[in-house]
């Protein structure tokens, strides 16, 4: 599939990454309304966030030459070798993750709905094959660890893959931000109308400080070319800054920073995997199709954090030294750059390996920023950050003590989780923290009326009510959710629903003691075989591992529960003490 870049591209790179307009957008009304009258009698899939993503991608032709998602053969040569079945160089897997239990046959068309039902797209399944989650963890993501998040989202999809082709009706709608949302096709009609030939490409999910705007000015400086400022608006890493913010940010230091028609703004429908080195091919791909001869790769780039071990998941060059094996072939020179660092004493920025021996840096990390600014009221230095964006950031990030809140109870029937709850309820009402109650049994009665006790029933309950609590914290509410929730996992993943703001506090009565309590002969009931797949008894409770606040009641009085818990949430940042503003 290599091919010799288009008349009016950048010479002297061949590359096999098109880039095309809208590859599969259908624009007859006729087919249109031909396909909304078969959908009603066609099984549909409701995409989730990742999908919506590629979906788009795939329409525009950002991820060409990919036209669909992927089939078997693509799918386990990109594992195994980072190749297409035609041997194309392509890092990650592009796929749709099906049930088999929701009617999705080989041969026949199923309809692709985003969450509201809208129909945007008919995939013509022409295959079904199982996923293999070790060999994709493994090989995409060189882990099986469920901390990394492209592993804990690939562990929880589920277990089969439809591929054929895509026939698509409408992009996923997008109502924020219009202006900046461009496909690669007008993407690169910018670039000739500015008269670009080289254009570097910058990729984030970060809001810009002045060092990474230095560093964006130095790259376009060294290529002598444009600058494509290019951020993610999709998936990013669970906690990230919301990308409404950022690209308030974005614009911001756009209009006021950079001179008039050195730079492009536009936003990425991206779900990113967190993929390290081999994301950084994607990234590159991308930007390739957009018209970009240049990307800049930096350190850690598209890196997770660290695994369950503290590790870092992949090394800080890992991606600068992939990418420079593989950038003539991607047809993408790189644009590799260290660490930006600020000198107080000579006020200006360079790269960390050209700082004068003994002179005296600068710098502030992103959990910095987060935890001992955002969080603490105090204002971002204007050396760091421009006043415009430090004020954007401070707007949308106030305090610790202004934010939302989920405070999660565990632990089994009767280990007191309810009456500490409420009377936890009445404690933070003292503090100007009003909380809502969702309690295991109205949980039950209402949200969850109709499941049973099963496993996936059970997991679904906790997830539902792990959804609605992220809903509440991330818009400033408290929230304290008293359920069993015996197993880690889907603890875990009600955690990720509510990033940073989340509390676990398990309730670590004995056994024996909530069997005493039982008011309702549950566990008796249990015991003689009435009941099956009670927790504790014939039903595993996975003990949290590292919950905030471990409690039990059989030793300590409501009231110094409560106490403990409010310690622990000063300490944390989540209320203030009495007496403090």
């Not at 895509?166 to 461009?182: A, K, T």
């Not at 494509?228 to 998936?235: A, K, M, Y």
């Not at 009665?445 to 959804?467: A, P």
């Amino acid at each position: 599939m290599n091919a010799t870049l288009k008349d009016g591209e950048p010479s002297g790179l061949i590359s096999p990454y098109g880039g095309g307009s809208l590859v599969n957008l259908l624009v007859s009304d006729e087919r249109v309304a031909e396909m909304k009258a078969q959908s009603k009698d066609l099984p549909s899939l409701t995409l989730d966030d990742r999908s919506l993503c590629d979906l788009e991608l795939l329409a525009t032709g950002g991820f060409s030459p990919l036209t669909s998602f992927m089939g078997r053969a693509d799918y386990e040569r990109v594992i195994a070798e980072m190749r297409l079945a035609d041997g194309t160089l392509w890092p990650l897997p592009i796929t749709l993750p099906v049930a088999l239990d929701s009617g999705i046959r080989e041969g026949k068309p199923l309809a692709l709905r985003d969450v509201y039902g809208n129909l945007l797209a008919f995939l013509h399944v022409e295959e079904l094959f199982p996923v293999d989650k070790k060999a994709e963890a493994l090989g995409a993501y060189g882990t099986q660890d469920a901390k990394h998040p492209a592993v804990a989202a690939l562990m929880r999809q589920p277990d089969y893959l439809a591929a054929g082709p895509l026939e698509v009706l409408r992009l996923p709608p997008h109502y924020d931000f219009v202006e900046l949302r461009h496909t690669p096709a007008q993407v690169r009609a910018l670039f000739a109308q500015l008269g670009w030939s080289k254009v570097v490409a910058f990729q984030t999910r970060n809001p810009l400080h002045r060092a990474h705007e230095e560093l964006t000015k130095r790259a376009a400086a060294q290529i002598g070319g444009g600058l494509l400022i290019h951020p993610v608006v999709g998936v990013t890493k669970p906690g990230d800054v919301d990308h409404f913010t950022r690209v308030r940010c974005y614009r911001a230091l756009v209009d006021d920073y950079y001179e008039p028609g050195s730079v492009v703004l536009s936003l990425l429908p991206l779900a990113m995997r967190m993929a390290g080195p081999r994301e950084a091919l994607l990234h590159a791909i991308i930007r390739r199709n957009h018209g970009c001869t240049h990307f800049i790769v930096g350190r850690d780039h598209a890196g997770p954090g660290k695994d369950s071990q503290g590790r870092p998941f992949y090394d800080p060059y890992a991606a600068q030294d992939l990418m420079r094996a593989h950038e003539a072939e991607l047809g993408v020179g790189m644009v590799d750059f260290k660490q930006m660092v600020y000198l107080p004493a000579e006020k200006r920025y360079v790269a960390i390996d050209d700082v004068p021996a003994g002179a005296e840096i600068a710098d502030i990390s992103g959990t910095q920023v987060r935890n001992d600014y955002l969080a603490k009221g105090i204002p971002l230095p204007e050396w760091f950050s421009r006043p415009e964006v430090a004020a954007i950031l401070s707007e949308a990030n106030p305090p610790k003590h202004r934010q939302g809140l989920t405070l999660w109870f565990t632990g089994l029937s009767g280990s007191g989780k309810s009456t500490i709850a409420q009377a936890l309820a009445e404690r933070l009402a003292e503090f100007g923290r009003n909380a809502s109650l969702l309690d295991g049994d109205e949980i039950r009665t209402h949200l969850s009326k109709g499941l049973g006790f099963s496993k996936e029933d059970r997991d679904t309950n906790i997830q539902r009510v792990g959804y609605v609590a992220g809903l509440v914290s991330q818009h400033g509410g408290t929230v304290i959710c008293s359920v069993i929730s015996p197993y880690r996992e889907t603890r875990e993943y009600a955690r990720k629903l509510s990033p940073g703001r989340f509390v676990e506090i398990h309730c670590a009565t004995p056994l024996e003691v909530c069997e005493q309590r039982d008011v309702k002969g549950l566990y008796a009931k249990a015991r003689a075989g009435q009941i099956k797949g009670f927790t504790g008894i014939d039903d595993p409770y996975e003990v949290p591992e590292n919950p905030e606040v471990r409690l039990d009641t059989s030793t300590t009085s409501i009231a110094d529960c409560v106490q403990i818990i409010i310690d622990k949430l000063i300490e944390m940042g989540f209320i203030q003490p009495h007496g403090h503003a």
